[in-house]
């Protein structure tokens, strides 16, 4: 994981003697939250379903994402029991968790910078438990989910270029119910790239830490990467492949997953889209498919 992480440092100062290439621009560092960026001079908006994106909002525009459905199912063994007459057999837990209208809002405050808020109005959780003769025992717990925000600057690239790179500051607030939700703050920064490749692929990477207290009151850290590729199939349908991993201080394991999809730009400020995450660590969602709707304004 280490790995990752230098290599991804590597590959943003490599890249940055090469990021001109911009040509000649217009200046839009005038335009701001309260003087909206022009209708003509919007540039190519990009979503963040293959990672999150270095290239900021127009300053005055604002992007709605909301995931209409999302589900995950995950099927584990979670220890022995002992049954009289048949001695010790599997105890498996199933898990499943319904997630409806996961909303990510985006605000351009300037050029080069803009605000985003993450809400959970509603999720579903069941979990059931059997073993054998023994069970089946299901619990359903439901309610809001936490809130998360972020703030990004984009250091190079926004309107032009073959790179761009940014910065993030990222919290979340534990709003859920504290059987649904983490019950603790975290926040961190994180770090955003993007180039275009030959054969007209797009390479994206992330990579964040941030920082939260334990159930015993103890911090933890928690260090994310994904590194994806997208191309556009025909005309307005896009795909793309990412690979996304989670380590976390004081424990040995680590979470990670593949997260395929497919975009549909439908007009210049409205996509579609649907796609799944497939787990390949033991303790990752054995797969999560999703679909949504983006539109910007």
């Known amino acids: 994981m280490k790995r990752i992480i230098l290599l991804s440092v590597l590959a943003a100062s490599l890249v940055t003697s090469v990021r001109g290439d911009e040509g000649s621009m217009e200046d839009k560092s005038h335009y701001t939250l309260f003087n909206p960026t022009p209708a003509d ?3 190519v908006w990009r979503t963040d379903h293959a990672g999150v994106v270095p290239f900021t909002i127009d300053a005055g525009h604002v992007e ?11 099927d584990e063994l979670v220890g022995f029991v002992f ?70 600057l984009n250091l190079w690239g926004n309107d032009g270029g073959k790179t761009a790179l940014s910065v993030s500051g990222n919290a979340t607030f534990p709003r859920a119910n504290a059987r ?5 703050y ?21 990579s964040g830490a941030s920082i939260s207290e334990d159930a015993r009151d103890e911090i933890q850290s928690t260090f994310g990467n994904l590194i994806s590729l997208s191309h556009a199939i025909v005309g307005p349908l896009e795909e793309y492949c990412a690979f996304n991993t989670a380590v976390f201080t004081g424990r040995a394991d680590w979470v990670g997953e593949i997260r395929v999809g497919l975009n549909y730009r439908l007009s210049r400020n409205l996509e579609i889209y649907a796609g799944s995450s497939f787990g390949v660590t033991d303790n990752a969602m054995d797969y999560q498919p999703f679909a949504g709707v983006a539109a910007r304004f």
């Open 41 to 43: 001079s919007l540039r």
């Open 64 to 74: 709605v994402d909301v995931t209409a459905v999302s589900y995950g199912h995950d």
């Open 83 to 152: 049954l009289d007459g048949i001695g010790f057999v599997e105890l498996r837990q199933k898990l499943e968790v319904w997630r409806y209208g996961f909303t990510q809002i985006k605000i351009g405050l300037l050029n080069n910078l803009d605000a985003e808020v993450t809400i959970e109005p509603y999720e579903t959780i069941t979990a059931t438990v059997q073993g054998g003769s023994f069970g089946p025992f299901r619990r359903t717990l439901s309610g809001f989910g936490d809130v998360s925000a972020r703030v990004k």
């Open 180 to 184: 649904i939700g983490s019950g603790r």
């Open 186 to 206: 975290a926040a961190g920064p994180s770090v955003e790239f993007a180039a275009k490749l030959p054969g007209e692929f797009e390479l994206r990477i992330d």
